[in-house]
């Protein structure tokens, strides 16, 4: 019989008979809400709790903002709007769903590389914090200001020297699509003080998905220290400095939760200078996949199994064209199994070893590869947790809420 070896997200389930019970409904009871299979669901208590845990952790004078692109279900982010103290957004679908909610439109950002003039125009319209990421984006900007007369509010995105260390996904250092390189943020600021634009301050984002403190530590630190140094080369002061995030959370076995409450300790210690130097400026955290990934499951049924040359299959009715991230596809250098389980047999033990593939004809369409499950028949549910982040959102379905191609026939 295999053995299990447990992800820790498997450790506290709760179940009634066999059946996985999320967010107090059964997953039968799920299924049925859903007008569509397979499907996605998040359960909000355990996102409010994760915004009362961030808070308790940080520092008191810290905002917190939700980086929509990790899930922006509108349900999600109105339930957000509440919650923290701004967005960021990444694209215009994104914007909609933000500005659609109560939250303020000075607090929302826009950040992302190759905004287009539609993307910058409403915007700008929105009174949004636009953050500039090259200096045709600035142009831009202040072209549309001189044709509605309206006065943008800017911030400009840094790609700094320096990366986020043993990150999932680093954002910045060396050369990159991100933000302006800090060496030629002096020449953007002085264009920007020549204008009537309302400077906002900066932003520098490093990186994804880091469950090391002393790498956070790091970068946050010489984050800080960079922004003093730029904010020498303005004449406005720096009304928030957005220090990015990257925080992660466990998705594969022998990865250890992330120890916010030592990140909260060190980052009150750099909050002591940062209060001194930059005089006034409101320092913000932004983070998304902290915020709903645990919260968040992936469920599809199995259509099929069958056997090929000693490995049982159990084909799905869903995969990586709903869900990238699991099926490995999504920045991961050698693929590993996210957390998966059989729905309706949680708690039976192990009996085979199987793999879980999606219907796409593709071997990438692969959601769990050679893991060790209860047997299970055609009909069962296949759960995969953390998927609360970067799972729909990041799919190759309206991938952070872009529109889809435009296909013709000459
Ligand atoms: C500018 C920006 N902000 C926030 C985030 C959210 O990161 P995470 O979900 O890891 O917290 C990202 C992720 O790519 C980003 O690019």
Redesign the pocket.
Known sequence: MPKQKNHSALDNLSADNGELIFGGKRLSQLSQRAELQPFYAYDRSKITARIKHIRHHLPKDILL?Y?V??NPMPAVVQHLSGLVDGF?V?SSGELRIALDTTMASQDISF??PGKTENELRTAVASQIVI?IESPTELETVLKLAEETGEQPRVAL?INPDFELKTS??K?SGGPKQ?GVDAEQAPRLLQRMDETDVEFMGL?I?C????LRVESIYEAQKKTIDLAFQLSQATSCPLKTL?I?????IPYFLGDAALDLATVGENLEELMIGARQRLQGATIVI??????T?EAGIYVCRVVDRKTSRGQVYLVTDGGLNHHLAASGNFGQIIRKNYPVLIGNRVGQLPTETVNIVGPLCTPLDLIANKMDFPRAEIGDYVVILQSG??GFSASPTGFLGHPPPFEMLV
């Open positions: 903002h980086a692109k990790a960021d990444a950040a992302g953050n995105r999932g996904m954002m991100f932003h984002f990186g994804s998905q880091n957005n990015g995030g990257g925080f992660g932004e983070l998304g996949r902290y915020i990934g982040a970067y």
